[in-house]
């Protein structure tokens, strides 16, 4: 989730809240009924889930997913002058899901949903993450190269370009970066490592800094830290696994609505809409009509208008797709 920050302080510690991106038009896609069981798959800093819970009005029930410690701390928080989560909804209301949003399908279980009628995904990475000096997020500060969402399991950044064979860094630099000079870092990496292991963002710079032209150093950088951090976080595989689970979950008339912010995950989206598969593979009926479970409610993407992208920066990516189950 890209977002900007509004409020950062915590009696305790710093969080971060956010401002959805493209709130009313990814919301007002769901198609919000009364008594509706709906899942928000990125909660980040809740902004979208309060939305959604203040339009159901306690006549409904929202699960919101997210992996990373930090966004569920913010169920008790909340802007200034606004109950937070926790204080202005019941249980039967809201129940927050730690989890990644791959297992989407298996917690419904777990919670006794046959059916939903609308999710929400703002998928990639919220401003709290990129103004984490800790978690290796970021070109901009000195860390430990982790990027894990969830801090608790997986493979870090830093063991991904210690360990992986030269040919599969320049795989994921080249597909998730598009970086055509990812055999080359690739390469510096690799002999890099065999003098000292790579272990904080600092390192990871110098080796890879040479291969980048100073007009695009801050974009390619940014490509390369994406591509390392879809690795670290198999983000492509979880989506592709959440829009299947969200395909078997949404009822007739329940409403798909993602937003995407790279060409990658976008077009996986797009795939799903129109062929129920993120392939894009068309299977015809005897009429030759494309056998999809979706209709597309937008057929072209909805993007921020001007307003927003000057208010939020990181918003100028941002797509929307919405969707209805046949």
Same mark, same amino acid.
């Given at each position: 989730?890209?977002?900007?920050?509004? +409020?950062? %302080?915590?009696?305790?510690?710093?969080?971060?809240? =956010?401002?959805?991106?493209?709130?009313?038009?990814?919301?007002?896609? +769901?198609?919000?009924?009364?008594?509706?069981?709906?899942?928000?798959? $990125?909660?980040?800093?809740?902004?979208?889930?309060?939305?959604?819970?203040?339009?159901?009005?306690?006549?409904?029930? *929202?699960?919101?997913?997210?992996?990373?410690?930090?966004?569920?701390?913010?169920?008790?928080?909340?802007?200034?002058?606004?109950?937070?989560?926790?204080?202005?909804?019941?249980?039967?209301?809201?129940?927050?899901?730690?989890?990644?949003?791959?297992?989407?399908?298996?917690? +419904?279980?777990?919670?006794?949903?046959?059916?939903?009628?609308? *999710?929400?995904?703002? &998928?990639?990475?919220?401003?709290?993450?990129?103004?984490?000096?800790?978690?290796?997020?970021?070109?901009?500060?000195?860390?430990?190269?982790?990027?894990?969402?969830?801090?608790?399991?997986?493979? $870090?950044?830093?063991?991904?370009?210690?360990?992986?064979?030269?040919?599969?860094?320049?795989?994921?630099?080249? &597909?998730?970066?598009?970086?055509?000079?990812?055999?080359?870092?690739?390469?510096?990496?690799?002999?890099?490592?065999? %003098?000292?292991?790579?272990?904080?963002?600092?390192?990871?710079?110098?080796?890879?800094?040479?291969?980048?032209?100073?007009?695009?150093?801050?974009?390619?950088?940014?490509? *390369?830290? %994406?591509?390392?951090?879809?690795?670290?976080? =198999?983000?492509?595989?979880? *989506?592709?696994?959440?829009?299947?689970?969200?395909?078997?979950?949404?009822?007739?008339?329940?409403?798909?609505?993602?937003? $995407?912010? =790279?060409? &990658?995950?976008?077009?996986?989206?797009?795939?799903?809409?129109?062929?129920?598969?993120?392939?894009?593979?068309?299977?015809?009926?005897?009429?030759?009509?494309?056998?999809?479970?979706?209709?597309?409610?937008?057929?072209?993407?909805?993007?921020?208008?001007?307003?927003? %992208?000057?208010?939020?920066?990181?918003?100028?990516?941002?797509? &929307?797709?919405?969707?209805?189950?046949?």
């Amino acid at each position: 989730m890209q977002h900007s920050i509004i +409020m950062t %302080q915590n009696s305790e510690e710093n969080i971060v809240y =956010h401002v959805p991106v493209l709130l009313d038009e990814s919301i007002t896609g +769901m198609n919000l009924k009364d008594g509706g069981i709906y899942v928000d798959v $990125t909660f980040g800093g809740g902004g979208h889930s309060r939305e959604i819970l203040r339009r159901l009005d306690g006549k409904g029930k *929202l699960f919101s997913f997210d992996q990373d410690a930090d966004a569920e701390k913010n169920i008790g928080l909340a802007p200034d002058g606004m109950p937070s989560i926790r204080e202005s909804v019941g249980a039967d209301s809201f129940q927050f899901v730690r989890s990644n949003f791959r297992y989407l399908k298996n917690w +419904m279980r777990y919670y006794g949903v046959e059916q939903i009628d609308g *999710l929400l995904a703002d &998928l990639g990475v919220s401003s709290h993450h990129f103004d984490d000096e800790t978690r290796g997020f970021s070109f901009r500060f000195e860390a430990p190269l982790d990027m894990r969402m969830n801090k608790r399991d997986g493979m $870090t950044a830093a063991g991904i370009v210690n360990e992986y064979e030269e040919s599969r860094l320049a795989d994921i630099f080249y &597909l998730y970066g598009e970086l055509k000079t990812s055999r080359k870092i690739a390469s510096a990496i690799v002999k890099a490592r065999q %003098q000292q292991r790579i272990a904080t963002t600092t390192d990871f710079l110098k080796i890879v800094e040479p291969f980048f032209k100073r007009e695009r150093e801050k974009k390619d950088m940014a490509k *390369l830290f %994406q591509a390392l951090r879809i690795e670290v976080n =198999h983000e492509m595989d979880a *989506l592709k696994e959440m829009l299947q689970a969200a395909t078997e979950l949404l009822r007739p008339g329940g409403r798909l609505s993602v937003i $995407t912010y =790279h060409s &990658l995950e976008d077009r996986i989206v797009k795939n799903f809409i129109k062929t129920g598969n993120a392939e894009g593979k068309r299977v015809e009926d005897f009429f030759g009509r494309v056998d999809t479970p979706y209709k597309a409610v937008n057929n072209k993407v909805i993007v921020p208008d001007d307003e927003e %992208q000057i208010r939020n920066p990181r918003s100028r990516s941002a797509k &929307l797709r919405i969707a209805e189950k046949i």
